[in-house]
């Protein structure tokens, strides 16, 4: 492969002849050239630019000098012709693969207000591959640190420039789609801070795993952009899982779910929602009347717009691409008067979880549903996790109790809470319209989230 790199300072890319690049020129791997501009000006001055048409700041690069010089330096094969500027794609990875495949790739380095438009115009029109790329959305003084970073990441692309091509896979930005794990050598503890274990366990199925997991979770807090478009279909289920605890599902591809409180308009979206799905909680045999009596009374557009303003209540919605997807409702007993209801009401006031004695409230997580399309996708952990964590921050005093009720006949419900940590402490009755039901109460401690 070939380098051809036009500039006003040929002398900057002296920087090539050092490291792999430079080992990779005296190999015979590639073939780097650097060209001054002015060569080919015909003026005393050898002036490259002129003001712009249209008035305006600065100075632009001169087409006809360019041309001469593009003409001069374009060979047989693939040739590319390269446009480093602020206003070019943002140069890729996936970019940078294809350029490998070029037999040559002519750099033109812009500087001061950048290069004639007609240059990339008349190029693209003949035929020839035209690629102008950005480094990022900054601006340099001109193109030639852009053409060492377009040299570096294409060159080293190239058969025979990396001694481990295994490397190029699990580097970031590389065939896996994902940014790179952590890394560690000796020693393998510094200033107090220790190499995980598992790298050191020489078990590599668990240092698989755990390179894995790290990428996945850099690269959605980092370049979440990066997981949207991941292959679904090359996902394991333990990389789902993580994704899940991460925030991600998969729906049509990768999709983020964002969990926050409900504000004052989207009562409404919320009443629709929790009217449609509080059927699927009850039991066979249910009649329509008392499901309908019930939703009136507590679950109107009035009554959940009542519900957020309420301080005593926390109500969460979940969104996916933007759409509702579930909903959650705890309450806060904040009076006497609420505290004798919530007792009335089966909540269990005495019950002691894990050899730890309640210390603050007992919260009652009141609704917690998850729309059809998006059961077992992972929606429900993410929004049970989400409200978990929520309620354990606002409650007052020490750790939190956060208790529920389900119908007996709810298998499918009474599953999900034990998976989520809830244990069965009792039972209670709840009143349906004039039916009166057998629920099961499911209590866990809400751990305070540690920032």
């Known amino acids: 492969m070939r380098f051809d790199i036009i500039s006003v300072f040929p002398e900057f890319f002296s920087v090539l002849d050092l490291s792999l690049v430079g080992k990779a020129r005296s190999r015979g791997l590639i073939d780097i050239a650097a060209h001054d501009l002015r060569t080919w000006t015909a003026d005393v001055h050898r002036t490259v630019d002129d003001s712009p048409f249209g008035g305006g700041a600065g100075m632009v690069m001169k087409p006809d000098v360019w041309g001469k010089a593009i003409d001069d330096v374009v060979g047989p094969g693939r040739a590319v012709l390269a446009i480093p500027t602020p206003s070019g794609a943002m140069l890729t990875q996936?970019?940078?693969?294809?350029?490998?495949?070029?037999?040559?790739?002519?750099?033109?380095?812009?500087?001061?207000?950048?290069?004639?438009?007609?240059?990339?115009?008349h190029y693209r029109a003949a035929g020839m591959e035209v690629v102008e790329y950005s480094l990022g959305d900054y601006v340099l003084n001109g193109g030639e640190v852009a053409a060492i970073a377009l040299v570096e990441a294409v060159s080293r692309l190239v058969p025979g420039m990396v001694g481990n091509p295994e490397s190029l896979r699990e580097e970031s930005h590389g065939v896996a789609g994902l940014l790179e794990y952590p890394v560690y050598t000796r020693p393998t503890s510094f200033r107090g801070l220790d190499v995980p274990e598992v790298l050191t366990s020489g078990d590599h199925g668990k240092v698989?795993?755990?390179?894995r997991d790290r990428a996945l979770e850099r690269t959605a807090a980092r370049r979440p952009d990066m997981i949207a478009v991941l292959d679904v279909a090359g996902l394991g289920k333990r990389d789902r899982a993580t994704l899940t605890r991460l925030g991600w599902v998969v729906g049509e591809g990768l999709q983020r779910v964002v969990v926050n409180e409900a504000g004052p308009a989207e009562a409404g979206e919320v009443a629709a929602l929790a009217g449609r799905l509080f059927p699927h909680a009850c039991p066979p045999g249910?009649?329509?009347?008392?499901?309908?009596a019930f939703v009136a009374e507590n679950l109107s557009s009035e009554r959940f717009a009542n519900y957020v303003a309420d301080p005593r209540y926390l109500v969460l919605v979940a969104r996916v691409g933007g759409k509702l997807a579930g909903y959650a409702m705890a309450f806060f007993p904040a009076s006497a008067q609420d505290q004798a209801e919530a007792i009335e009401a089966g909540a269990p006031v005495d019950v002691?979880?894990?050899d730890t004695p309640r210390e603050g409230e007992l919260?009652?997580?009141?609704?917690?549903?998850?729309?059809?399309?998006?059961?077992?996708?992972?929606?429900?952990?993410?929004?049970m996790r989400e409200a978990l964590a929520k309620m354990a921050r606002r409650a007052e005093g020490g750790e939190p109790y956060v208790w529920l009720g389900t119908n007996t006949a709810n298998k499918?419900?009474?599953?999900?809470?034990?998976?989520?940590?809830?244990?069965?402490?009792?039972?209670?009755?709840?009143?349906?319209?004039?039916?009166?039901?057998?629920?099961?109460?499911?209590?866990i401690r809400a751990r305070v989230p540690q920032l």
């Open 286 to 292: 249910m009649a329509d009347a008392d499901i309908a």
């Open 363 to 383: 919260v009652y997580l009141s609704k917690l549903y998850v729309d059809t399309p998006w059961r077992g996708t992972g929606v429900f952990d993410i929004l």
């Open 412 to 443: 499918r419900a009474i599953r999900a809470y034990k998976r989520a940590g809830f244990r069965v402490v009792g039972a209670r009755e709840f009143v349906v319209g004039e039916q009166i039901n057998k629920d099961v109460t499911l209590a």
């Open 208 to 211: 698989a795993r755990w390179r």
């Open 94 to 121: 996936q970019a940078c693969w294809e350029l490998a495949e070029a037999d040559q790739i002519v750099i033109a380095c812009g500087r001061y207000e950048g290069i004639d438009a007609r240059v990339a115009e």
């Open 352 to 354: 002691v979880l894990e």
